[in-house]
């Protein structure tokens, strides 16, 4: 495998650290897990020291194996009904203005935990009215009830990662996801709720072909979704699978470019990028 190339290097400006700290405190204060943590994102110095934060709820063990990740699989706690509560409290303190809410999959659930998003959303909602909220959701298998009780929650962007192009999916993702699961989820969304900003992304570096990235964009925006992030896949740990290539930047420059000749409305596109990565600027820039 090659080399992990320097513009893969993350630098932390020694000016964000405090924050990054006071965010680390607040979080342990009440609990609350991050999907910054227990994926391992390269940006969570960066993402904390200003004030970003992806929260996961519905606990930190997944019942999926996707080959990528680095959240712990097993077998999950109960639901914790107290959690949406704790979530509150932590983003009044920290003042946030954008939240992110993503969890792990709990197919264990009867609603696969579409129950506990919804209280999740609807608090802060109530407690934190400034709040811009992004619901970075599972598939719940497809299930159009679960669909419908976190979108109506209200968030104001639901992302659903499509992660992969159609050929790696079965090798890279658990066998109960899907490529055309994903995007039905995605259209679902809009069909719930046309006003609500939807959103994607692709992880790029695990073997697929340019035809295959075009491929993809071209079906994401055929569900209308409004948002795409592509980023560089990055080998959490040994368990997972190694890097097939890395992709340079401008690469990704011109990544892009294709995406908003395509009609995205917002693109991310850089080899730290993830779902949730600059989140509130993209999302202003639709306003």
């Given at each position: 495998?090659?080399?992990?190339?320097d513009?893969?290097?993350?630098?932390?400006?020694?000016?964000?650290l405090?924050?990054?700290?006071?965010?680390?405190?607040?979080?342990?204060?009440?609990?609350?897990?991050?999907?910054?943590?227990?994926?391992?994102c390269p940006?969570?110095?960066t993402?904390?020291?200003?004030g970003?934060?992806?929260f996961?709820?519905?606990?930190?063990?997944?019942?999926r194996?996707?080959r990528?990740?680095?959240?712990?699989?097993?077998?999950?706690a109960?639901?914790?009904?107290?959690?949406?509560?704790?979530?509150?409290?932590?983003?009044?303190?920290?003042?946030?203005?954008?939240?992110?809410?993503?969890?792990?999959?709990?197919?264990?659930?009867?609603?696969?935990?579409a129950?506990?998003?919804?209280?999740?959303i609807?608090?802060?909602r109530?407690?934190?009215?400034?709040?811009?909220?992004?619901?970075?959701?599972?598939?719940?298998g497809?299930?159009?009830?679960?669909?419908?009780?976190?979108?109506g929650a209200?968030?104001?962007?639901?992302?659903?990662?499509?992660?992969?192009?159609r050929?790696?999916?079965?090798?890279?993702?658990?066998?109960?996801?899907?490529?055309?699961?994903?995007l039905?989820v995605?259209?679902?969304?809009?069909?719930?709720?046309?006003?609500?900003?939807?959103?994607?992304?692709?992880?790029?570096?695990?073997?697929?072909?340019?035809?295959?990235?075009?491929?993809?964009?071209?079906?994401?925006?055929?569900?209308?979704?409004?948002?795409?992030?592509?980023?560089?896949?990055?080998?959490?740990?040994a368990?997972q699978?190694?890097?097939?290539?890395?992709?340079?930047?401008?690469?990704?420059?011109?990544?892009?470019?294709?995406?908003?000749?395509?009609?995205?409305?917002?693109?991310?596109?850089?080899p730290?990028a993830?779902?949730?990565?600059?989140?509130?600027?993209?999302?202003?820039?639709?306003?």
């Open positions: 495998m090659a080399e992990k190339p513009w893969l290097r993350v630098f932390v400006p020694t000016s964000s405090p924050s990054a700290r006071h965010v680390d405190r607040a979080l342990s204060g009440f609990g609350i897990h991050t999907v910054c943590r227990s994926a391992r940006n969570l110095p993402c904390w020291g200003q970003a934060v992806t996961m709820i519905l606990g930190d063990v997944c019942t194996s996707c990528f990740c680095a959240v712990e699989h097993g077998r999950p109960p639901r914790d009904p107290g959690e949406p509560f704790r979530l509150a409290q932590v983003v009044r303190e920290l003042g946030l203005r954008y939240v992110v809410l993503t969890s792990v999959d709990r197919d264990d659930l009867p609603d696969g935990g129950g506990h998003y919804a209280a999740a609807r608090l802060l109530q407690t934190a009215p400034q709040a811009i909220v992004e619901a970075l959701i599972p598939d719940f497809g299930e159009r009830g679960a669909l419908d009780a976190v979108v209200g968030p104001h962007v639901v992302g659903h990662n499509l992660e992969t192009v050929r790696l999916t079965p090798a890279i993702r658990d066998r109960r996801a899907g490529y055309d699961l994903s039905s995605l259209r679902a969304v809009k069909e719930i709720a046309p006003r609500a900003v939807t959103k994607s992304s692709l992880l790029l570096g695990l073997g697929e072909t340019e035809e295959e990235v075009g491929e993809a964009l071209a079906d994401l925006r055929a569900a209308e979704v409004d948002v795409v992030v592509l980023g560089q896949y990055l080998r959490p740990t368990r699978l190694p890097v097939v290539r890395y992709v340079p930047p401008p690469e990704f420059c011109r990544w892009a470019q294709r995406a908003r000749e395509l009609g995205f409305r917002g693109v991310v596109a850089e730290l993830r779902a949730s990565f600059r989140a509130a600027e993209i999302y202003a820039g639709l306003r």
